[in-house]
Every structure is written in structure tokens, then in C-alpha cells.
């Protein structure tokens, strides 16, 4: 970890060096030696974290002093910038008049600085000067993509498995067996999957899954030979390939000894050719590494053959490396009836002695409660049973219940069985992990258990904090590479996705209790995060925190004082989440303790004054109030955030108040204001001259801007905006208000009495793929008139007379249609044969004066999910339903009764809808 503490480091140094010269007037001779011996420490970094994971003390040691020494040099420069440079961004004659009254004083202030840098780097070079006594080694540093080659072997060797070794008790994976079989002996077609690949988080039981699909009768009645080859040990190419010929043909000794006497080139022909020949089933299991297949892959044949691969990984990247057509099985984590009868089976002693009944249902009622900690994962539960097999009274199992997650993560002690505990299993994930991906995964540490984690949100703070690597002349911004970042994680099998965009990217996902446990384990061990989670927990105090942490998250469900936990943190904090009922002056006593702040995201029930002292976070780089804060200004000192990159206020409080100083902060790339109604209170103007660098532009008013300055906004990706009568102002000329950047608007034109024409702005934004339009609207726009790469639509308030059906329906590319809010005042819709050919999910809502709507056949082809909501009016479900062969659901809700009967088990139209899910609330 300490290399993914340096790096960011190193990356910040480099950037003042580069492009911010003129903040270190006095200081960058030591500034530039400090970077040097960094970059070069580096280089033995990753060796270093080695030593570390197979026990060197020392070493960690070590390590832990070149981390505390890398916070120290950022610390050092921080302190500089805020307290230097700050007073030289002074103006007007005052500043002028103090800048020269103090400039005595700073002279000797720099020279201190330039002397605790020089001190720092002296430091880093003992420390590097030390390496060769513990045995660490230079080791190329990874660079952004690239997979970790670290030495964990002592853990993989615990996960070893053997082909011989085969488990009787597997529960849950009947289903998953009968589908990799039938996969493998591809009655229909043999050739279809070259590599059946089973990819998921530790412990999920995928060697298991693996070693029973290459015992099942059928997969040994089809092939004609076998081998197992287990890839968790240092992995010598030769030895495996050897390994896997003696499984294929038993050979006798003097062949064995034939085989051995065969150069590298002979025997990977021999493995080909043979593979090639005969139907040969290889089991290549806990692969990790691309690269360990480049080395593997000239021994196995790349066309057509009727040998298959299985193997198991947890990334599953390696699976599409090694096939891009082959097919992958990603098994899930246990339901709770599965998990009781995994757990029944392994523990001996539950449930032996039928005269200890009411024993035994106390020791059940323990048992569930304990496997809720499990959260399917079948490692953990096998680590449970396998401890409480060994306790044999309800006492015993009492006490076990009181520290179920020390026992289930760590193990017992002095128990070396490769069973002996989750975290260390799980904790090898987090091991191979490259540099630039561990502060990613740690950084999850600060959401609360079970929480629903938005991608985009999580990308902004990771870009923020300054962990995200740069790709040299690419032209991917931090925020896409973040997210590449994510899609890592998801490729480990560490985190899950939970929905889907659109566009087939990742929204937001989980991350499994037990690898949230590692995470947080992780995190506290490192210093680099301390979660506080008070809700529910009554008077229980918050823990102590390290003098050295960098993050902090709270969590509070009631007033608290935490003022004396607050002084207690390091003034150096980088991040703070705090999620409490908290007044102005609090909120300006945790802003004057912790300057050096690059993330805060504040969320309180109660209306909230944004102190002016929030100025003073000048390296502040996200800014965020959650959606239930009640804030009522944004103070003008804000403008001072001149390294300001994201600011979302949320606010359900009217008319907040803006400041028009918004164009001061010119990193600023995401500005989310209050939208209130959508009326925020700006003074006049709002200014955008300098935002050259905007992508998200939401809750601001047309009237409020400049046409100039809103035709400088050429990298927007998202807008919403309230348009009103007056939008030729702004968009007099279509053709000169192109932005192609732009994917997502939103159109709210609510705030007029009269009709509004939007084609002027739809024209202005020709590759949209994402469009809301609320408000009264004078037409629909002609489906050529749309972004012919629209996939989402959502119409409310607009109050059209004519169907729109006929025009929406030309759309070839939308797959999401929501018709809300008095969208249509019509009493009749149409769907047409062809139309709607993409359409995925179509939603009404309240539409009062709809009666009848008809489907025709060869209409909405591809449609998943309808819902019709508080349509009073509408008589029956079209007719032509029954045709749309790929509908899976239907919601019914705050419909009539007579019409939720008609489509119920007996009703005139179920006919229409039975060969679908139907639900009727």
C-alpha cells in the first residue's frame, strides 16, 4: 500500500513542477530533489510490499515510515501553499499594502519551509539507502493498466487444489453443474465454446463448482482424457505443461523420463498436437494473470477443436484474454435456505442428540443469526460450521455469536488450514492488486454496509483526492479513467454491479459484507480511512481516531457532540463525509480545523447556513450536500475555491442564494446548483467566463446567463436547464449552437404560463442520447428533428393535443419511453405496426383523459417491461399485447378495479397478458 501512497504523491509533485511553477517561488530546488528521490524509492516499492505480506516486520516497518514520511512532504507543501501562496492571490491596494508589511516575515517563512523539505528528503533517501539491508529489490514500476506480478505464493499455496480431493456436501450449484456440463459436451454444437471459464469473488466456490463439473458421468463419458492444472502456485510454464501431458496419458517411466528429456518447443507440440487429436477436457484452475496465459496458451490449440479448457479465475478479464468467444459462468453467493443447509451439513455436532431438543432449537436460532454474517458466501459458511463443530453446547455457540465476525474473517488461531479464515483468502484480491487500484478499493470504506454506490458520485471523489493516474497524450478524461478504475474492481470480481446504464455502463453497485469487512480492515490498518457509523447504536461513543489518518466518515441519526472527537483528528485531513444534524457554528469549527480538506460532503435535515469560512478550504477540490440538506446560501467566499473542481448544492429550501461568482473557479467541471422549484435566487448574471472546462451545467435559469458566455461551454456532457418564452436569446441560431459533447438534457420550461417552442434547443443538441422535457410545450418535434442516437425519453407537464405515438415511434434508437404528468391530454394513443422497434421499457403515468389505447401487431417487437399508473380512464390493455413475444412484466398500479380484474386469472383480458409476469397494486 505504501506505493499507492507515494505515487499520488510523486504525481502532485510533478504537476507543480510542470505546470504550477510559480507556487513554489523559493522552494522548488528541494521541491524537485524531494520528486527524484521519490521516483526512485518507488522503484522498490512493490518488492518491499512482498517482504510485508510474507510476515517481514521489518519490513513493514519500513514501509510504514516511507508512508508517514510521503504524508509528511505533502503535508509540508499543503502547508506551503496555504499559507504563502494564499496571500499572493490577494488584490486591490489592502492586499498590495500587507503583501509588503509581511514580506520580511514570508522570506524567513519559505526558508523554514525550504529546510523541512531538505530535512524530508534526507529521510527518504536514509530509508532508500537501508533497502539493501532487509533484502528488497528494484522492481519497474506498473504502469496504468497493467496486471500486478506481486509475490503472494505462502497465501496461494493455502488455496492449492487438488483434482483427487472431491467434496461430497456442495449445495446450490445443481443448476450451475447441469449448465457448465452441458456446455462442455456441446451436444448441439461442439465447437460453440473452445473455453468454459468460471469467474467470481474468493470463496465463492468456483474449484469446487470446477471440481465437480470434471467428475460429472457425463463430462467423463465425452472425453477421452483429462487434466488438472493448478495455477496458484508460481506458475513454470514448462512444469505445468508437463503436469497436464502425464494427466493426458498416463505415461510409464521411461516416458515419463522421455517427456522430461524434450525441449520446451517438443513438448508444447506434443500437448497441441495431442489436444488436437483426442477430445481432452484441462482444468486450469485460480489463473490471475493475462500474462501467466501468454506463457501457457502455445501448448493449446486456437482453432477448431473438440478439447475444451475449464478454467476458474477472479478476474474476469483473463477469461475474455484467453477466449474472447468463449463462455463465462459468474455462480452467486448462497439464498438463506441454501445457506442453512450448507451449514446443517458441515457442522458435526448440530442437531446429533434428539434429547437436547430445546438445546438444539436455541443452537438453530444461533445458527441463523450467525450465517447472516455470512452473506451466502460458501467459504464462510464452511469456516462457521467447521469452528462451531468443535462446540457442542449453547453456551459455547453463545459466546462464538458475540464475536462471529473475528472468528468467520480472521479464523481461528494457529490454524494454518486453508480454511482457516475469509480475510486472508479474500485479502489476496486486495494483494494483486496494481498500485493505482488500491486507494480505489479503499476508498469504499467510507459508504455504510449494504449501501447502493453510485459510480459517478464515487468518481468524482476519487479524481478529487488526485488517485487517479493520467494516461499521457490520452484524451480520456480523469473522470473516464476513474470509471475505468471501477470496471477493474468489477473485472476482480471485488465489487458488483447492481444496474446498468443505457449505454451499457455501470451506474452503481455493492460490495459483498465479508469483502467490505477486508476493506475496512485494510483501510484502518493503513490509516488511510475510519469509518463512524453512530445510527442506531444509542449513547455508544465514537472511536478513538489515529493522530495520522487521512479520511473520516460519521454517520449520526441524532444530535452529538463531536466537537472534542473532531479536535482530536490530524489537522491534515483530506477527506471529510459527515452525515449528522449539525449547526452553522459546528460546521464552521470542523472547516477551521481541517484547511488542508480536498473532499467534504456534508448532508443535515435541518435549514443550514453555509458559514463564509468556507473560503479558507483552498485546496478544496469537491464540494457536496446531499439530497435532503436544507441549505440556504452559498456564501460568495466561495469563489476563493480556486482548485474547486465539483460543486453539488442540493436544497429543498426556495429561493437559495447564489453568488455570481462562480466564474472565479476556473477547475470547476461539475456545478450542480439548487433547483428548488427551479428557481434559484442568482443576484443578476450568472458568469461562466472562465468555465472553460464545464461538463455538468444542472438547476440553472436561461434568463440568468449570458449568450456568450453559455456558447463557451463546449466540453458540457450533461445540461439541465430552465428555458423560457425568450430562448431565441440564446438559441437564435441552431446551426451556431452546436455542442456534440453534450449527452443528457433536461428541457424544464414549467415555469411559463404559455406554450414554449424547444425544437430551437433540441436542434442545438444533434448527439444527445438522454432527453427529459417538462412543461408545457407549444409541439412535439419531428422525429427527424431528434438525436438519431436517442435511447431515453421522458415527456411531463407538456400537455400535448396531438397523439405523439406516431411521431415517437420513428425513433430507431430509443429503448426507454416515459410518458408522465399530463404528458398527453388526448383521449386516444396508437402504436403502429414496425413502430417502436428498440423499445425496451415504456411507462404511462397519469394520463387523465386517455380512454383507449390500441397496440398493433408488429408493434414495440422488443418491449420488457410496461407499466400503466393511475390511467382512471383507460378501459382495457390493448388487443395487440398478446403479440409482443419478449414482454416479461407489467405493473398495474392505482388503476380502477375493474380494470386491474380484467386482466387477473379470469378477467376478459388475460388472455392478452398470461404468457407475462403481471403485477396489479
Known amino acids: 500500500m505504501a506505493e499507492a501512497v507515494v505515487s499520488p504523491v510523486i504525481e502532485r509533485l510533478g504537476d507543480l513542477l510542470l505546470n504550477e511553477a510559480k507556487f513554489l517561488s523559493g522552494v522548488r530546488v528541494q521541491v524537485k530533489d524531494a520528486h527524484t528521490k521519490l521516483l526512485w524509492m518507488r522503484a522498490f516499492l512493490k518488492d518491499a510490499d512482498a517482504h510485508v505480506r510474507d510476515g517481514d516486520e521489518r519490513v513493514r516497518l519500513w514501509v510504514v515510515q516511507v508512508r508517514d514520511t510521503s504524508y509528511d512532504l505533502d503535508d509540508v507543501i499543503e502547508t506551503y501553499v496555504l499559507k504563502v501562496v494564499s496571500k499572493r492571490n490577494g488584490r486591490g491596494v489592502i492586499s498590495v499594502l500587507k503583501r509588503y508589511a509581511c514580506i520580511f516575515s514570508e522570506g524567513i517563512y519559505v526558508h523554514k519551509i525550504g529546510a523541512e523539505i531538505e530535512k524530508i528528503s534526507s529521510s527518504i533517501a536514509t530509508l532508500t539507502s537501508s533497502l539493501q539491508t532487509y533484502g528488497i529489490r528494484e522492481l519497474r514500476v506498473k504502469e496504468f493498466g497493467e496486471t500486478s506480478s506481486n509475490n503472494i505464493q505462502p497465501q496461494r499455496d493455502l488455496r492449492r487444489a487438488y483434482s483427487h480431493v472431491v467434496e461430497n456436501v456442495v449445495v446450490g450449484f445443481d443448476k450451475d453443474i447441469e449448465e457448465l456440463v452441458a456446455r462442455l459436451i456441446g451436444k448441439e454444437n461442439p465447437h460453440r465454446h473452445r473455453v468454459i471459464s468460471i469467474c467470481g469473488m474468493g470463496g465463492l466456490g468456483k474449484t469446487t463448482l470446477a471440481r465437480k463439473v470434471y467428475h460429472h458421468p457425463q463430462v467423463r463419458a465425452h472425453f477421452d482424457g483429462f487434466a488438472w492444472a493448478s495455477i496458484s502456485q508460481q506458475c513454470v510454464v514448462r512444469e505445468v505443461w508437463e503436469g497436464i501431458l502425464f494427466g493426458l496419458t498416463s505415461p510409464t517411466q521411461a516416458e515419463r523420463n522421455e517427456i522430461k528429456s524434450m525441449g520446451n518447443g517438443e513438448i508444447a507440440k506434443k500437448l497441441y498436437n495431442l489436444q488436437k487429436q483426442r477430445k481432452c477436457l484441462v482444468l486450469l484452475d485460480d489463473i490471475w494473470t493475462t500474462s501467466t496465459w501468454d506463457g501457457l496458451k502455445a501448448a493449446f490449440p486456437q482453432?477448431?477443436?473438440?478439447?475444451?479448457?475449464?478454467?476458474?479465475?477472479?478476474?474476469?478479464?483473463?477469461?475474455?484474454?484467453?477466449?474472447?468467444?468463449?463462455?463465462?459462468?459468474?455462480?452467486?453467493?448462497?439464498?438463506?435456505?441454501?445457506?442453512?443447509?450448507?451449514?446443517?451439513?458441515?457442522?458435526?455436532?448440530?442437531?446429533?442428540?434428539?434429547?437436547?431438543?430445546?438445546?438444539?432449537?436455541?443452537?438453530?436460532?444461533?445458527?441463523?443469526?450467525?450465517?447472516?454474517?455470512?452473506?451466502?458466501?460458501?467459504?464462510?459458511?464452511?469456516?462457521?460450521?467447521?469452528?462451531?463443530?468443535?462446540?457442542?453446547?449453547?453456551?459455547?455457540?453463545?459466546?462464538?455469536?458475540?464475536?462471529?465476525?473475528?472468528?468467520?474473517?480472521?479464523?481461528?488461531?494457529?490454524?494454518?488450514?486453508?480454511?482457516?479464515?475469509?480475510?486472508?483468502?479474500?485479502?489476496?484480491?486486495?494483494?494483486?492488486?496494481?498500485?493505482?487500484?488500491?486507494?480505489?478499493?479503499?476508498?469504499?470504506?467510507?459508504?455504510?454496509?449494504?449501501?447502493?454506490?453510485?459510480?459517478?458520485?464515487?468518481?468524482?471523489?476519487?479524481?478529487?483526492?488526485?488517485?487517479?493516474?493520467?494516461?499521457?497524450?490520452?484524451?480520456?478524461?480523469?473522470?473516464d479513467v476513474a470509471y475505468d478504475c471501477l470496471s477493474e474492481l468489477v473485472e476482480r470480481s471485488m465489487i458488483q454491479v447492481e444496474k446498468w446504464g443505457l449505454t451499457r455502463k455501470m451506474k452503481s453497485f455493492r460490495i459483498h459484507d465479508l469483502m467490505r469487512d477486508v476493506c475496512l480492515s485494510k483501510a484502518q490498518d493503513e490509516n488511510f480511512l475510519q469509518f463512524n457509523d453512530l445510527r442506531n447504536r444509542g449513547e455508544e461513543p465514537l472511536k478513538s481516531v489515529s493522530t495520522d489518518i487521512?479520511?473520516?466518515?460519521?454517520?449520526?441519526?441524532?444530535?452529538?457532540?463531536?466537537?472534542?472527537?473532531?479536535?482530536?483528528?490530524?489537522?491534515?485531513?483530506?477527506?471529510?463525509?459527515?452525515?449528522?444534524?449539525?449547526?452553522?457554528?459546528?460546521?464552521?469549527?470542523?472547516?477551521?480545523?481541517?484547511?488542508?480538506?480536498?473532499?467534504?460532503?456534508?448532508?443535515?435535515?435541518?435549514?443550514?447556513?453555509?458559514?463564509?469560512?468556507?473560503?479558507?478550504?483552498?485546496?478544496?477540490?469537491?464540494?457536496?450536500?446531499?439530497?435532503?440538506?436544507?441549505?440556504?446560501?452559498?456564501?460568495?467566499?466561495?469563489?476563493?475555491?480556486?482548485?474547486?473542481?465539483?460543486?453539488?448544492?442540493?436544497?429543498?429550501?426556495?429561493?437559495?442564494?447564489?453568488?455570481?461568482?462562480?466564474?472565479?473557479?476556473?477547475?470547476?467541471?461539475?456545478?450542480?446548483?439548487?433547483?428548488?422549484?427551479?428557481?434559484?435566487?442568482?443576484?443578476?448574471?450568472?458568469?461562466?467566463?472562465?468555465?472553460?472546462?464545464?461538463?455538468?451545467?444542472?438547476?440553472?435559469?436561461?434568463?440568468?446567463?449570458?449568450?456568450?458566455?453559455?456558447?463557451?461551454?463546449?466540453?458540457?456532457?450533461?445540461?439541465?436547464?430552465?428555458?423560457?418564452?425568450?430562448?431565441?436569446r440564446i438559441f437564435q441560431d441552431p446551426t451556431t449552437v452546436t455542442f456534440v459533447r453534450l449527452r443528457h438534457l433536461q428541457i424544464d420550461c414549467s415555469e411559463e404560463r404559455v406554450r414554449v417552442d424547444i425544437v430551437p434547443v433540441i436542434l442545438s443538441y444533434p448527439q444527445i442520447y438522454k432527453l427529459k422535457v417538462e412543461g408545457t410545450i407549444v409541439k412535439l418535434p419531428e422525429y427527424n428533428q431528434f438525436s438519431p442516437n436517442l435511447i431515453k425519453l421522458k415527456l411531463e407537464y407538456t400537455h400535448l393535443k396531438d397523439d405523439p405515438m406516431p411521431t415517437l415511434e420513428k425513433l430507431s434508437s430509443l429503448r426507454v419511453l416515459s410518458l408522465h404528468e399530463c404528458s398527453y391530454d388526448g383521449n386516444e394513443m396508437v402504436c403502429s405496426k414496425g413502430g417502436f422497434p428498440q423499445l425496451e421499457s415504456l411507462q404511462i403515468t397519469y394520463l387523465p383523459s386517455l380512454e383507449e389505447w390500441k397496440v398493433e401487431e408488429g408493434a414495440l417487437s422488443s418491449l420488457h417491461f410496461l407499466r400503466i399508473d393511475c390511467c382512471l380512464k383507460l378501459r382495457r390493455v390493448p388487443d395487440g399485447l398478446r403479440y409482443i413475444t419478449t414482454l416479461k412484466e407489467m405493473e398495474i398500479t392505482s388503476m380502477r378495479r375493474e380494470f386491474k380484474e380484467r386482466v387477473e386469472e379470469g378477467g376478459e383480458d388475460f388472455y392478452k397478458v398470461h404468457h407475462f409476469i403481471n403485477k396489479c397494486e
Open 303 to 479: 482453432d477448431e477443436t473438440n478439447s475444451k479448457i475449464l478454467l476458474t479465475t477472479r478476474i474476469k478479464n483473463v477469461a475474455f484474454h484467453v477466449d474472447q468467444n468463449g463462455f463465462i459462468h459468474e455462480p452467486r453467493c448462497l439464498n438463506e435456505n441454501e445457506s442453512w443447509e450448507l451449514f446443517q451439513k458441515k457442522t458435526s455436532c448440530f442437531g446429533k442428540d434428539p434429547t437436547n431438543s430445546k438445546d438444539n432449537e436455541r443452537m438453530g436460532v444461533l445458527g441463523r443469526e450467525m450465517l447472516r454474517h455470512c452473506s451466502g458466501l460458501p467459504l464462510a459458511i464452511i469456516v462457521l460450521s467447521g469452528l462451531l463443530s468443535t462446540k457442542h453446547t449453547v453456551n459455547e455457540w453463545e459466546e462464538i455469536k458475540g464475536n462471529v465476525m473475528r472468528y468467520i474473517t480472521k479464523g481461528r488461531e494457529h490454524d494454518d488450514s486453508k480454511y482457516s479464515g475469509v480475510s486472508s483468502v479474500l485479502g489476496l484480491s486486495y494483494d494483486e492488486l496494481p498500485f493505482y487500484l488500491k486507494p480505489c478499493f479503499l476508498y469504499l470504506a467510507h459508504y455504510p454496509e449494504d449501501a447502493t454506490i453510485q459510480v459517478k458520485e464515487l468518481c468524482l471523489m476519487l479524481v478529487a483526492e488526485g488517485f487517479i493516474p493520467s494516461r499521457g497524450a490520452s484524451t480520456d478524461s480523469s473522470e
Open 550 to 728: 487521512r479520511r473520516v466518515a460519521i454517520y449520526f441519526d441524532r444530535i452529538y457532540d463531536f466537537l472534542p472527537f473532531v479536535d482530536n483528528i490530524n489537522s491534515a485531513l483530506r477527506c471529510l463525509i459527515i452525515e449528522l444534524v449539525m449547526s452553522q457554528k459546528k460546521l464552521r469549527h470542523v472547516i477551521n480545523s481541517f484547511l488542508m480538506l480536498r473532499v467534504l460532503k456534508v448532508s443535515h435535515r435541518d435549514p443550514l447556513k453555509l458559514p463564509k469560512e468556507i473560503g479558507k478550504l483552498i485546496h478544496l477540490r469537491l464540494f457536496s450536500t446531499s439530497h435532503n440538506t436544507l441549505v440556504e446560501n452559498i456564501p460568495s467566499s466561495i469563489g476563493n475555491l480556486r482548485c474547486l473542481q465539483t460543486l453539488v448544492v442540493k436544497s429543498y429550501v426556495d429561493n437559495v442564494k447564489v453568488p455570481n461568482v462562480m466564474w472565479k473557479l476556473e477547475q470547476l467541471r461539475h456545478l450542480s446548483l439548487p433547483y428548488v422549484h427551479g428557481i434559484p435566487a442568482f443576484s443578476k448574471w450568472l458568469r461562466l467566463t472562465n468555465l472553460r472546462n464545464l461538463q455538468t451545467l444542472t438547476g440553472v435559469q436561461l434568463k440568468y446567463l449570458d449568450r456568450n458566455d453559455f456558447l463557451r461551454l463546449t466540453n458540457l456532457k450533461k445540461l439541465a436547464i430552465r428555458v423560457d418564452r425568450n430562448l431565441e
